[in-house]
Nanobody, 125 residues
Framework: EVQLVESGGGSVQAGGSLSVSCAASGYTSDHYCLAWFRQAPGKEREGVAAIDTTGMPTYTYSVKDRFTISKDNVKSTLYLQIDSLKPEDTAMYYC????????????????????WGQGTQVTVS
């Protein structure tokens, strides 16, 4: 069973940068599509970035050129670098893993993913 633990969130001023991490256990990270989602109060959880088994990233339009997803397969850790932070980036950020290989579902769709972390809060003021 995959276990995911996020860290690195915090409070940042607009225009600043932040990096969040997701430590994984119970699987080999290069075997699965991995993603970052976020959920703001009163809003649905949205996929913001994903990285497939080849290392190819996908971003939702609103974060493209500001967010960078990466992974370290040796450390089994997923990262999200967030630059030029905006107040609208304020949300709980979750990492997710597609254990089942649901290749027919787009990588930024909630239903693609089987395992979720507990989340880390990012607040931009």
């Amino acid at each position: 069973e995959v276990q995911l633990v996020e860290s690195g969130g915090g409070s940042v001023q607009a225009g600043g940068s932040l990096s969040v991490s997701c430590a994984a256990s119970g699987y080999t990270s290069d075997h699965y599509c991995l993603a970052w989602f976020r959920q703001a109060p009163g809003k649905e959880r949205e996929g913001v970035a994903a990285i497939d088994t080849t290392g190819m990233p996908t971003y939702t339009y609103s974060v493209k050129d500001r967010f960078t997803i990466s992974k370290d397969n040796v450390k089994s850790t997923l990262y999200l670098q967030i630059d030029s932070l905006k107040p609208e980036d304020t949300a709980m950020y979750y990492c997710a893993a597609d254990e089942s290989g649901k290749w027919w579902i787009p990588v930024l769709r909630f239903g693609r993913y089987d395992s979720w972390g507990q989340g880390t809060q990012v607040t931009v003021s």
